[in-house]
């Protein structure tokens, strides 16, 4: 059973950063890609960011230049470092995983961006 433990959600003031941290465990098979979607109230989920296994990174425009995704392959961990944060990007931030072809998520951590 794949489990997820995230952090490092919470409130920050517009142009600050925040870093969130995602740890993955309980696989019989290697990670594959690993990434973050956000969710607001009453949109659809949104991609912000991947990286593969062999650590290509992807952004979604709109965070491009102010987020950075990186991966541990020893400790299954993912993080997002989200610097010049601004109110649009505040969500509940979702970790996924792929494995075997199948995608699974984590529980979600609250990203607010207010003054």
């Known amino acids: 059973q794949v489990q997820f433990v995230e952090s490092g959600g919470g409130l920050v003031q517009p142009g600050g950063s925040l870093s969130l941290s995602c740890a993955v465990s309980?696989?019989?098979?290697?990670?594959?890609?690993m990434g973050w979607h956000r969710q607001t109230p009453g949109r659809q989920r949104e991609w912000v960011a991947t990286?593969?296994?062999?650590?290509?990174?992807n952004y979604y425009y709109t965070v491009k230049g102010r987020f950075t995704i990186s991966r541990d392959n020893a400790k299954n961990t993912v993080e997002l470092q989200m610097n010049s944060l601004k109110p649009e990007d505040t969500a509940v931030y979702y970790c996924?995983?792929?494995?075997?072809?199948?995608?699974?998520w984590g529980q979600g951590t609250q990203v607010t961006v207010s003054s």
């Open positions: 990286i593969s296994s062999g650590g290509v990174r």
């Open positions: 996924y995983v792929r494995i075997e072809g199948r995608d699974y």
């Open positions: 309980g696989s019989s098979f290697s990670l594959g890609a």
